[in-house]
C-alpha cells in the first residue's frame, strides 16, 4: 500500500488505501453441509446487526450493509452483506483477524461513508451497529407541547422551569416549547430555586395535548445533590462543564449543567423517578506533542447512586508515556505496512484505543473511517474494495482523532468488544455496567 501525503507531527501519516482490494465476494447465505458419519462442531461465527435510525430514533432494519472480513495482514478475505433484516451470520474462516462495515451517515441531504473497523475480533457477535438517517422523520409524529406557569405563581416566585434544554422564569405569561414526537406521552420538567439549592422534578403527561399549565403537583420529586469533586484539574484546560445525563427513556432527561470547573454545583439527582442518573464531566483545551498543537476532550461519566454520590473524578489527561505512544503509533504509519504501538503503559483501566480519520470528496460528502483497537498492538494495510479506496484517494483529508477509552478498572480488549455489543442490545446502552465508570481522552490534529 502506498501512504497518502497526510501530514501529523511531522513525519506522522495516516493511511490511505491507494489501489484495489481484491478477495472473495460472497452472499449471506447458509453453506450446504456434506454427509459423513460424524457432525462436526459448528464452525466459529460471526455475528452483527446493522439498523438505521432517523430524526426521532425510530429504528428500522438496515439491509445490504458492505461487511468486510481481513486476514492479520488487512487483505481482504471476502465480502459479505447484511440481508434484509441487516442481520449477517457467517462462518469465521481459519485466516480471518478485522472486520470492516460500510454504511452511511445522512444529514440535510448529504452522506457520509461511515466505514468501521474492529482489529483482532475473532469469531464474536459485534451487536447492533446504528447508521443515523437525520433527514428521515418516517413515524415521528412531532407537534409543539407549550407548557404554560401561570399555577406556580404565588409558590414559586422567582423559580425558573426547565424541560428539553429550555428555562423560563415563572410568571402569568411565561411559556415554554418543546417537541414530543413519536410514542413519546410524558415529558421531564424541572422546577429550580433562585439559588438552585432546591430542584424539583416530575413528569408530565402530552397525550392529546397542544397546551398545558403545569400545576405544583406536577413535580413530584425532591432533588438530590451530587456529591462529586474533581481529584486533579488538568493544566491544559480551556473550558469545562458538568451535566446530569438520565436515562429512564431513549430521551436524556432532566438534564442540567453546571460550569463551575471543579465542582458540580447545583446538579441534582431524583432516585424517585430513576436509578439510572449519570454525572459527567467534560473538558477541552491544546496540547502539545512534537511541535504540533493537538485539540484534547476528556469525558468521564459515573452512575450515581441514591444518595447522589459519585465520588472522585479522574479525567484521563496527557502525560509523556501517552505522548511518546502517540508519536510512535504515527511514526510507524509512515514508514508504511504495519504500525507498531503501546498505550497500555499510559493509564492502567485503558481498554480500547480509537482513531478516527475524517476526509472530504473531491465530489462532496464526507468519509469518515473509524478504527476500533485494543491498547497495544499494530494497525495493519487494511484493504477496502477498490471503488472505496479509489474514493479514499481522491478525497482531502480534514483531520485525524485518536481516543482512548478507560473503564474504572482493567479490562481486556476482548471483554471491551463483549460489553459494547450487550449494550447495543440493550433497552438503553445505560442499562450495562460498562459506563459505570467510564472516561475518554480524545486527541484531534486538523490535517
Not at 55 to 76: K, M, T
Amino acid at each position: 500500500m502506498e501512504l497518502k501525503h497526510i501530514a501529523l507531527f511531522g513525519s506522522l501519516t495516516v493511511l490511505v488505501a491507494c489501489g484495489g482490494g481484491g478477495g472473495e465476494t460472497a452472499a449471506n447465505a447458509p453453506v450446504s453441509g456434506g454427509g459423513g458419519a460424524t457432525t462436526p462442531p459448528p464452525a466459529p461465527q460471526l455475528i452483527l446487526e446493522t439498523v438505521q435510525y432517523n430524526s426521532c430514533d425510530i429504528e428500522s432494519p438496515l439491509a445490504d450493509v458492505d461487511v468486510v472480513i481481513h486476514d492479520a495482514q488487512g487483505a481482504i478475505i471476502k465480502t459479505l452483506k447484511t440481508d434484509s433484516q441487516g442481520k449477517l451470520a457467517t462462518d469465521w474462516p481459519a485466516n480471518a483477524a478485522h472486520v470492516t462495515t460500510v454504511g452511511k451517515f445522512i444529514y440535510n441531504s448529504e452522506e457520509t461513508t461511515d466505514i468501521n473497523t474492529v482489529l483482532n475480533t475473532g469469531a464474536v457477535d459485534l451487536g447492533i451497529q446504528r447508521y443515523p438517517n437525520f433527514d428521515d422523520s418516517t413515524g415521528c409524529n412531532c407537534h409543539e407541547v407549550t407548557l404554560t406557569t401561570e399555577n406556580l405563581v404565588g409558590i414559586y416566585n422567582e423559580y425558573k422551569v426547565l424541560s428539553d434544554g429550555r428555562e423560563v422564569g415563572v410568571s402569568n405569561v411565561s411559556e415554554l416549547v418543546r417537541e414530543v414526537c413519536g410514542a413519546e406521552q410524558e415529558v421531564d420538567v424541572l422546577l429550580k430555586s433562585p439559588t438552585g439549592i432546591e430542584v424539583l422534578a416530575g413528569k408530565v403527561s402530552v397525550e392529546g395535548q397542544t397546551r398545558i399549565s403545569l400545576k405544583p403537583e406536577d413535580f413530584t420529586a425532591t432533588g438530590v445533590p451530587v456529591n462529586a469533586w474533581l481529584g486533579e484539574e488538568p493544566e491544559y484546560i480551556e473550558y469545562a462543564m458538568w451535566d446530569s445525563i438520565t436515562h429512564e427513556s431513549d430521551r436524556m432527561q432532566w438534564r442540567q449543567y453546571s460550569y463551575n470547573g471543579v465542582s458540580p454545583d447545583g446538579i441534582h439527582v431524583f432516585p424517585a423517578l430513576s436509578d439510572k442518573t449519570f454525572l459527567r464531566f467534560y473538558s477541552s483545551g491544546w496540547f502539545m506533542v512534537e511541535d504540533v498543537s493537538v485539540r484534547v476532550n476528556t469525558n468521564t461519566i459515573k452512575r450515581t447512586d441514591a444518595n447522589g454520590d459519585a465520588g472522585e473524578f479522574l479525567p484521563i489527561t496527557p502525560n509523556q508515556t501517552l505522548s511518546d505512544s502517540l508519536f510512535q503509533l504515527g511514526q510507524g504509519i509512515s514508514e508504511g505496512g504495519f504500525s507498531e504501538y503501546d498505550f497500555s503503559g499510559a493509564y492502567e483501566d485503558l481498554g480500547k484505543l480509537n482513531i478516527w480519520y475524517r476526509a472530504i470528496h473531491s465530489t462532496g460528502g464526507e468519509i469518515g473511517w473509524y478504527i476500533h483497537a485494543p491498547t497495544k498492538g499494530n494497525i495493519p494495510d487494511l484493504r477496502l474494495p477498490e471503488e472505496l479506496e479509489s474514493r479514499l484517494e481522491s478525497s482531502e483529508p480534514k483531520s485525524i482523532t485518536t481516543t482512548l477509552r478507560g473503564y474504572g478498572s482493567p479490562i481486556s480488549y476482548a471483554e471491551v468488544l463483549k460489553k459494547t455489543a450487550e449494550a447495543s442490545k440493550a433497552e438503553s446502552w445505560y442499562d450495562t455496567d460498562i459506563y459505570n465508570q467510564y472516561r475518554t481522552l480524545s486527541l484531534r490534529v486538523s490535517l
